[in-house]
């Protein structure tokens, strides 16, 4: 008991001080997080584990972030322009999101990928080429650690009690085009470790919102490693971009659903973002139906099974079996809806369903 308040005293401390650190530095330092004891959360969104697991060497990346190219946003009209392009390479944007298009195709991007995440300090706990998806583990932005006496003076003798408390995980999906181009798409989610009670004897890790300016440096350092100067990306991400339409919950035939007032192209790739972000397992795309082919690990009602959050210290597999949805994106005209369907293709009414299009609906807004 005293070694773990102490722990939480230095863990408290550590805080602190690395809020101060990661105002005044522009480093990205990330380190995958170690394994320990098993954290309650509440039960959340979550996906299965898998066996695809690279074990990598993690390394330390140093860039002016997104200061250096907010500094050197361009003015007027011709900033508005919603897509900057370089050689084979150029960025769009929707609002707050953006992605890469690549006029190669996506086989060749695979192994340049990878190795992007694995020299950013990343180990990979998916990788999957037939669906176009990887994933990192959960990291810790060491950069945010605050350099003050104590660890300089006892170095890494206790390096491993201090701690952000925040930590990242970024997934990659790659779309190849009909023209034989690819569409690179980051999603970032995070997490923060609070205390669990209020007398602050232990701590618990729950869900903090994604980080789209850590998408968007993330995307503007791929540029790099695919070519693009250093100087010349950070000018390309700097351009604003039009507000994107908001969504909105509504019920159709007694089905709950996702409406948008835009057209299918839009629709389709702000879904899929929003499937990333949120933390579903995508098995499957067609685009040319409009469906997303998803597996859900519905929260327990006794609380009793730990969610996504829950499970990321821990080696036992998941007690509670995966469903499958479908998510099915319709439009007419600039106008889109997006339903949940059951396994086998139903329209589905059920508890699961309207929270689905909740946390959709949640994250488009």
């Not at 863990?11 to 101060?20: D, G, I, N, Q």
């Not at 909105?248 to 007694?254: G, H, I, L, W, Y």
């Not at 889109?336 to 299009?357: C, K, M, Q, Y």
């Amino acid at each position: 008991m005293k070694a773990a308040t102490t722990r939480l005293s230095l863990l408290a401390l550590a805080m602190a001080l690395s809020a101060c650190a990661a105002l005044e530095g522009d480093k990205i330092d990330y380190k995958s997080a170690s394994r320990g004891s098993t954290l309650e959360v509440p039960p959340d969104l979550t996906q299965l584990s898998r066996d695809s697991r690279y074990a990598v060497p993690g390394g330390t990346v140093s860039a002016a972030a997104m200061q250096a190219g907010q500094a050197a946003q361009p003015s007027g009209t011709a900033a508005n322009a919603a897509a900057l392009q370089l050689g084979d390479v150029r960025i769009e944007r929707d609002g707050n999101q953006r992605w890469l298009v690549v006029n190669r195709p996506a086989d060749k991007l695979w192994e340049p990928v990878r190795d992007f995440w694995q020299e950013s300090g990343f180990n990979l706990d998916q990788a999957e080429p037939n669906v176009g998806i990887m994933e990192t583990d959960w990291a810790e932005n060491r950069a945010k650690l605050p350099q003050d006496f104590i660890r300089s003076t006892l170095g890494k003798m206790l390096d491993s009690l201090y701690s952000t408390g925040e930590r990242d995980k970024f997934r990659t999906r790659l779309e190849r085009n009909a023209n034989g181009s690819t569409e690179i798409y980051i999603t970032h989610r995070g997490m923060i470790e609070v205390y669990g009670t209020t007398t602050k004897d232990n701590t618990v890790w729950q869900p903090r919102p994604s980080d789209p300016e850590l998408e968007t440096e993330f995307l503007r350092r791929l540029m790099v490693k695919l070519g693009v100067s250093q100087e010349q990306s950070k000018a390309i991400v700097a351009a604003p971009a039009p507000r994107a339409q908001a969504a909105r919950m509504a019920t159709v035939n007694n089905q709950p659903v996702v409406q948008l007032n835009e057209g299918f192209d839009r629709a389709w790739r702000r879904v899929g973002l929003a499937l990333d972000r949120t933390g579903f397992t995508v098995e499957d795309r067609n685009r040319n139906e409009g469906m997303y082919f998803v597996r859900y690990v519905a929260p327990n009602a006794d609380k009793k099974e730990p969610g996504f959050f829950g499970k990321l210290f821990s080696s036992s597999s998941a007690a509670t079996p995966p469903l499958k949805y479908r998510i099915a994106v319709r439009s007419q005209g600039e106008s889109t809806t997006v339903s949940v369907l059951n396994e086998s293709g139903a329209p589905d009414t059920s508890a699961n369903a309207e929270r689905i299009v909740r946390v959709i609906t949640d994250d488009l807004k």
